[in-house]
């Protein structure tokens, strides 16, 4: 079982940013890709970014492009999502995943990751 620890959420106003960290808690994440997602009350689980450990690729959803950031640090064997220019519509419980088979690609598709945090939230006011 690889255990994801999420930390970084809080509560801004609008346009504000905050930082997102992901870390396993077992072994480093090696080949896999990881992902961000999050679930506001009342809907669906929604994609935010997919970064490829391998070869540092990356991938956003229409709604967050040019305002978050995903990075990976093979040193401190961490992914981060760093999110600038809040809007209150990206308030929601945002999840790390982990998956294992991504190899060299990039996945949108929450089913094809394999390990999840435990959800960290965002808030954001206006």
């Known amino acids: 079982h690889e255990e994801l620890v999420e930390t970084g959420g809080g509560s801004v106003h609008t346009g504000g940013s905050l930082r997102l960290t992901c870390a396993p808690a077992g072994r480093p994440f090696a080949s896999y890709g990881m992902g961000w997602f999050r679930q506001a009350p009342g809907k669906e689980r929604e994609f935010v970014a997919t970064?490829?450990?391998?070869?540092?690729?990356?991938d956003y959803s229409d709604s967050v492009k040019g305002r978050f950031t995903i990075s990976r640090d093979s040193i401190k064997n961490m992914v981060s999502l760093q999110m600038n220019s809040l809007k209150p519509e990206d308030t929601a419980v945002y999840y790390c995943a982990a998956d294992s088979r991504a190899g060299w690609g990039l996945s949108t598709d929450g089913y094809e990751y394999d390990y999840w945090g435990q959800g960290t939230q965002v808030t954001v006011s206006s």
């Open positions: 970064i490829s450990w391998r070869n540092g690729n990356t």
